[in-house]
């Protein structure tokens, strides 16, 4: 014989005091939508749609009777529905708003895995030939940018959305760059060719005409400059015989410096009347100062013969002549500590003094930092 159902009567299982109405079994459940299942929750509701239940107004967990609350589900009274997670100490540590701003206040988050060791940390479980991270501008305008945030310091890397170039700035957002602005710290360029916009550039050359000494490595007094990033040339005129130099570059920063020379004779007319020893030679080179102040060379470039050979019919007639041989050269790339300095030195062995060839194309120097 069937069981007649109960009622909600039966048994006095509700009660009803004031306005709240109980089941008053502590041990028995509610369940709505079956009578085959009863899942051992304390309120299961059951049903083949998606619409099986509405709250209207807010909603909450709690741990325990009168314990701490769990999270809720509310509004923020402007519309925006709130979903908040609470810590042990009832602090709303998680916060997702549909509209405005949305926070985790606490913790860590991992993606893709369940041991985060950063505040967010992204784990790629399959590890797919793909970016773990993302960041996408889908209105095609404007850049797509991260920022770095520091005590008095902001940093920002991304593309540069009007040029597709990769930057780094100290600003807090991408800055429209140009040489030597002060903001544009790195750009990789989509063709391939990166630029440290705030490494050391530098180029200076011999202005007006320096009369070399015979068979003594002599300084070249560059007097002009074409740019200096960071104001590391000192020009001058004037070095004393052998040195020191009162041209000189000083690096502020420590690395690798790319450094060019070149330097040019003058051997005109007057050589077809001055006999040159047929073993003469003109040489440039890169000189360093050492901690103790002494300069030394560091890299020599060409030997060039500039000598004229003798004639069997007598001194007086003219043999072959190297005149043209007059433009040595020399490139290195030397390691510099800050504050180190360096400087160009050239030699002649005519047997009497010569001049150099000023002016840009003809003697100059050129420092680069590479790294």
Known sequence: MLQK????SYGNLWRRIGTDTYLGNMTDNVVIGTNTSAPGYKFYVFGATSQMSRFDGQVEFWNTAGGIMDADINDDGLGNGV???YDAGGFGSIRLRSGGDSYFASGKVCIGATNPLHLLHLIDPIGVAAPQLKVDNASGAGNSSIGYGFTGLSFAEGLDGSTGNFKLCNTPGLVPS????????YRAFNNGIMD????SRARVFLMENQMIPNSVWHPIDFTMITYDQHMEWTPGAGSPMGGPPMS????????YYQVNARTAYFLGEEMDNWWVNYDAFVSIAIYKRDVQGNWNMHAQ???LQIGQAWNPQGPMEMGLSFKHNNAPNVSDVIYLQKG??????TWQSA??????IPGSAKTYCSVHKSS
């Open 351 to 356: 047997g009497f003094p010569l001049n150099l």
């Open 248 to 255: 000189y570059f000083t690096a502020t920063e420590e690395g």
């Open 340 to 345: 180190e300095r360096i400087a160009i030195y």
């Open 301 to 303: 470039g060409n030997n």
């Open 196 to 199: 440290f916009n705030n490494q």
């Open 5 to 8: 159902p109960a009622e909600l």
């Open 178 to 185: 140009m040489q030597g602005d002060g903001m544009t710290m």
């Open 83 to 85: 979903f908040s997670l």
